[in-house]
C-alpha cells in the first residue's frame, strides 16, 4: 500500500535523478553514490550521498528462541483450536514435517492457505508463566523503514514488549510495550502512535490496541514507523525532506530507527478472560505465522550497494570509506575527519567524501598516476602540470579543481588546496574563531610551495 503512494511520489525524483533505477523505493532517489558529469573544465564527477535500498530484511536475519526448547512438538503434545476449548485434538510433532511448526516458519513465504507458523508448547505449567523471548539478529546495523508487522496464529498476547538493540544484543531498549491492560502489566498508561507528535515522537508508550484478546479476528501487531515519520514528513509521507532534515539533524531520531537485533517478548498468552482456564491448559500457546521487517543497511550514506556473503551483510562502501557501515575513511584518504553522508540539500545531499592525506601525496600509486614528480614539474609553465582532480578530491575544505589545475577556493579558504585558512595566513585568526585547524602541511606539499613561489591558489 505505502508503496504504490511512494511510486507517484518519487516519480519525477527518479525521472532526474536517474534512468538506470528500473523503478522508485521508499527515499529511492539517493541511488547513485557518483555520477560522470560534463562541465566546461570537461568531465569530472560528482558525488553525493547515497544508501542501499529498502528491502525485506527478513532475509538476512538470525532468530533465536528462549528458552531455547520452547517450540512445540517435542515430545508432541495436542493443543486446542483458536477459540474453541473443546477441540484439543490438534497435534504438535516436531519429528513430523506436516505437523512440526519451527521458527523458520515465520519468515516463509506467506500467501499459501493454511498458514505456516511457529508454535510455542502450551500453558501446561500454569501458574509459572509461560515466556518466550524471540531474538531476531543482522549482526549489522540497519535502518528501518516500514512497520514492524507481526502475524499471530493464535490469539495476540495479552502482555508483549517489543525491544531493540544497537550494539549487537549486549544492552536492549524497550521500543514499544503492547498490552490488554497496559496499567495492570507495565504500570503505563495506554497510549496511541497517534497522541505523539513531532515533539514526543521518541517516547516509548504502551499501546492496548493490539491486544485485543482471545477471540477477536484480528491477529496482527504493528510497530508503527510510517506514523512515526508521517510527524515530519506529512500524513501521506509527502514533504520527505523534512523527515530528512531531521534525520540529519537530530542523531537521536536516526538512531531511534536504526537497530542491529530485535527481540519480541511474550510474556502472557491471549487468555481473554479475567482467570485461565485451568482444565484447558493446551488452549493458550503462542503461534506466529509470519514477521515483517523491512529495512536497510545502514551505510553512512555512503553506499548504495550492500552484500550478503557467508552470512553477513556488508556495505560496499564508496566516498573512499570503509568499514561495515563506511564509518571511517580509508587509509591515505583522512585528510579530514570522517564524516556521514547528509541528505540535505535534496536531493542530491552530500557526500562527505574522504579526501587523500596530504602526507600519503607521492606515496600512492594510483596518486602518483595523476600527479608528477616534484622535480619533474614544469614550474615555468605550470599548466603542463596536473595540480589535482576532483575525483580524487584532492582541494580540500569544499574546494573545485579547475582543469586539473589549481583549486577553486571558498572565500574563507586558500593555498594550492584550500588547505589554508585566508586569516590564518593574514595572521588575524581569533583564537574564538570556531573554524578547525588547517591540516599540517606537509613537506611535499612544501617543496611545491617553494618551488612555486606562492601559497596561494595558482594564478593562470
Ligand atoms: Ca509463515
Known sequence: ?????????HALWVTVSSVMQPYPLVWGHYDVCKTQIYTEEGKVWDYMACQPESTDMTKYLKVKLDPPDITCGDPPESFCAMGNPYMCNNECDASTPELAHPPELMFDFEGRH?????QSATWKEYPKPLQVNITLSWSKTIELTDNIVITFESGRPDQMILEKSLDYGRTW???QYYATDCLDAFHMDPKSVKDLSQHTVLEIICTEEYSTGYTTNSKIIHFEIKDRFAFFAGPRLRNMASLYGQLDTTKKLRDFFTVTDLRIRLLRPAVGEIFVDELHLARYFYAISDIKVRGRCKCNLHATVCVYDNSKLTCECEHNTTGPDCGKCKKNYQGRPWSPGSYLPIPKGTANTC???????GNSPKFNRIWPNISSLEVSNPKQANVCDNELLHCQNGGTCHNNLRCLCPAAYTGIFCEKLRCEEAGSCGSDSGQAAPPQCSPALLL???LLGTASPLAF
Do not use: V
Not at 1 to 9: C, D, G, N, T
Not at 355 to 361: A, L, V, Y
Open 1 to 9: 500500500m505505502y508503496l504504490s503512494r511512494f511510486l507517484s511520489i
Open 114 to 118: 493454511p498458514s505456516t507458523f511457529w
Open 173 to 175: 531498549q524497550p521500543y
Open 355 to 361: 579526501i587523500p592525506s596530504i602526507s600519503s601525496i
Open 448 to 450: 611545491l610551495t617553494a
